[in-house]
């Protein structure tokens, strides 16, 4: 069927279009068409990356269990070098930490501890890296540890840890026998835990035995 005049000019209005910006058109769908792509592989690879550090986290618990410090802490070094963007990276940091340090490695842990505090991908697995890290520096006591530890202390507290940032501060002046500071950094966290419903009771015992040591709560 022949096409109108009023067709035929809507015709060449449409090819004039298409010829004048047909570069520009199949440049921007295989834009669109590469952006999908590469975001389609990248939730692929995020997902093959969790199930594959999920199961070497699944071997790190299964080598704890037996009491293969080796097989423990290879594991996790694995879990480092390979999986580092991913959560498990970051809890078997602060698992092997604890494995070394109760083997008395203290050395080991502190490395894995940096490892958590730079690292983690997730704030509450990296505000806990940071206050444990904090702890065992505050426990070797040299010059240098206090100096680290109290590098660590003075960084903006991660949201919702400020309680444990006063605590731990008052942890570093005990071990210097600054019992005045001490206490005033207790008597902050004291206050902040008991604005927050969030932390253990554990917590708040544990902390109420240290301001007991320093004297208590002033009035």
């Known amino acids: 069927m022949p096409l109108d005049l009023e067709e035929q000019e809507q015709l060449d209005q449409l090819k004039a279009f298409w010829q004048k910006y047909r570069n520009l058109i199949t440049g921007l769908i295989t834009v669109a068409l590469f952006a999908y792509a590469a975001y389609s592989g990248y939730q692929w690879w995020r997902n093959s990356q969790a199930a594959s550090a999920s199961q070497l986290y699944e071997t790190m618990i299964g080598a704890i269990n037996k009491g293969d410090k080796a097989q423990t802490l290879l594991a996790a070094d694995d879990l480092q070098k390979q999986f580092a963007n991913t959560t498990y990276a970051a809890m078997s940091s602060l698992l092997a930490a604890k494995i070394a340090s109760d083997?008395?490695?203290?050395?080991?842990?502190?490395?894995?501890?940096?490892w958590g505090a730079k690292n983690a991908s997730d704030e509450g697995y990296l505000a806990l890296a940071k206050l444990r890290l904090a702890a065992q520096l505050i426990e070797r006591g040299t010059e240098k540890d206090f100096s680290e530890a109290d590098a660590i202390l003075k960084e903006k507290p991660v949201n919702g840890f400020e309680a444990l940032w006063l605590e731990r501060r008052g942890d570093w002046y005990l071990a210097q026998k600054k019992t005045i500071e001490a206490r005033t950094s207790y008597e902050a966290a004291w206050k902040q835990l008991n604005q927050t419903k969030e932390f253990p009771e554990e917590a708040r015992r544990l902390l109420k035995v240290k301001l007991d040591a320093v004297g208590g709560v002033t009035q």
């Open 103 to 114: 083997a008395g490695d203290t050395a080991k842990a502190v490395d894995y501890l940096r």
